[in-house]
């Protein structure tokens, strides 16, 4: 048996409220800074259990979202939601443009200030019509077309919701303050990036952050790490000429990219730790006797460590520059994102091991560290955490994902997500009851 099949009171207090929320929200899945729906959904839960709750231009202040979607699509997403939720939707509004998730907070006085986690954004992915899907035949299966909750966030916004009722169940027999933020538009490495810089972060004493799935098994992960990366947008600039009567007076765009793509690939590798590199897009669009005058590439880089990442984006940048050279075409390179690996609190790993134990997981359930072969933009808030003085961690509640991550067929027992809420209400009481003693500064 899974050790999240093994739910305690709490879990099993919250299962069915988790599982329809889950299901609500893989009903309707909205895209990175398009999450209109799904944060006003939010703050409507949470306003109702009684926590404060930001959201909008208010919460984002000076910040401004970054590496958005075209303005088309963002006025669409916008519209769709307005549609469904009503003109007198009190939260919509203060979002418009993007201005995505919330930041949700219960005071209970005294005590410690204890922060946790949640991304809430989507895939561009067609989901599985297939009878085998589970999401299909329990009749939540995403109704918008070509967009899906592929990588279990609509799983992290239910354990989220359930641990916010535990802890407003609770309230009198509590302390501290419990901050619950919300971040959009992880799968762009956007939200992170924002949510890192905002006030209600800030003297966090401790940052839970999770993602479900990922280890394809069900253990805990107590310590997972993530690799860095950058992503950049390259457009090559040459001149257009007629392809039979003179070529040589053209200078081609799109055999500069070309030439640029093989060569990425050809980045040695570096001997410190793994790297990556993809080009995901190349488009250039001129008739077949026009010389290409522009090409544009998107691609990305991934390493170990920072250091390993910024190796990968020099060494591309020399090659994209070189192949510009060969063509004398000039070249343009923007970069779009970035993800940071960042290490966790160790000792606050081995504490959440310990916990775990005590909460009734068996060795077998847990592994202690696993650095994982992506990136997550949550790494930005465990940094600004660790550095200001308090203790960061991200954790896995690992389990056999269908389909594996960003496919049509992937999904998640909905008993783990109650057992998360369980969980991590299980470490908020624990840290209550060590706060003031050299164990809460583990
Ligand atoms: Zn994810």
């Known amino acids: 048996m899974a050790y999240y099949d093994r739910l305690d009171e709490h879990g099993l207090a919250v299962l069915d409220y988790v599982r329809a929320r889950r299901h609500d929200f893989h009903r309707h899945p909205e895209l990175s800074w398009c999450e209109f729906r799904t944060t006003a959904v939010l703050c409507r839960e949470l306003a109702q259990m009684g926590f404060s709750v930001r959201w909008g231009r208010p919460l ?25 939720l009503g003109e007198g939707d009190p939260y919509l509004a203060e979002m418009a443009g993007g201005f995505t998730g919330l930041v949700a907070e219960l005071d209970c006085g005294g005590g410690p200030h204890q922060a946790f986690r949640f991304d809430i954004d989507a895939l561009p992915v067609q989901e599985s019509g297939g009878c085998d899907h589970s999401p299909c035949g329990a009749g939540f299966a995403s109704v918008v077309d070509g967009r899906m909750h592929a990588c279990g966030h609509d799983g992290h916004m239910a354990v989220g919701l359930g641990l916010a009722r535990l802890l407003a169940e609770h309230k009198a027999a509590l302390k501290g303050r419990f901050t619950l933020l919300f971040q959009p538009a992880e799968e762009v490495a956007g939200g992170g990036v924002h949510f890192a810089r905002l006030p209600q972060l800030q003297g966090a004493d401790r940052l839970y952050s999770v993602h479900v799935g990922i280890v394809d098994r069900p253990v805990l992960v107590c310590d997972a790490t993530w690799i860095a990366g950058s992503v950049f947008e390259v457009v090559f600039r040459g001149r257009p000429a007629h392809a039979g009567n003179n070529p040589h007076y ?25 790297s990556r590199v993809n080009v995901g897009a190349m488009h250039a669009d001129n008739p077949n006797n026009i010389i290409c005058d522009e090409a544009r590439l998107r691609f990305e880089v991934r390493g170990a ?15 994209i520059e070189g192949a510009a050279a060969m063509q004398e075409v000039t070249v343009e390179i923007t970069p779009l994102t970035r993800f940071e690996n960042h290490p966790n609190h160790p000792a606050l790993a081995a504490w959440i091991k310990e916990q775990a134990l005590a909460f009734g997981l068996g060795a077998g359930d847990i592994q202690d560290s696993y650095q994982v072969p992506a990136s997550e933009d949550a790494t930005f808030m465990t940094r600004a955490v660790n550095e200001g003085g308090g203790q960061a961690c991200h954790l896995l509640f690992g389990c056999p994902v269908v389909g594996g991550h960003h496919n049509s067929r992937f999904d998640i ?5 109650a057992w998360g809420s369980s969980f991590y209400f299980h470490l908020a009481r624990q840290a209550l009851a060590c706060w003031g003693s050299d164990q809460f500064k583990v």
């Open 60 to 84: 984002w202040g000076e910040l401004r979202p970054h590496n958005l979607p075209p303005r088309e699509q963002l006025d669409a997403a916008f519209a769709a939601a307005r549609a469904e």
């Open 250 to 274: 053209g200078r081609n765009a799109l055999l500069a990219a070309c030439q640029a793509v093989t060569a990425l690939y050809g980045i040695a590798r570096h001997g410190g730790g793994a």
């Open 305 to 319: 460590d920072n250091g390993i990442r910024d190796y990968m984006a020099q060494r591309a940048r020399q090659v």
């Open 413 to 417: 027992p909905d008993p783990l997500l």
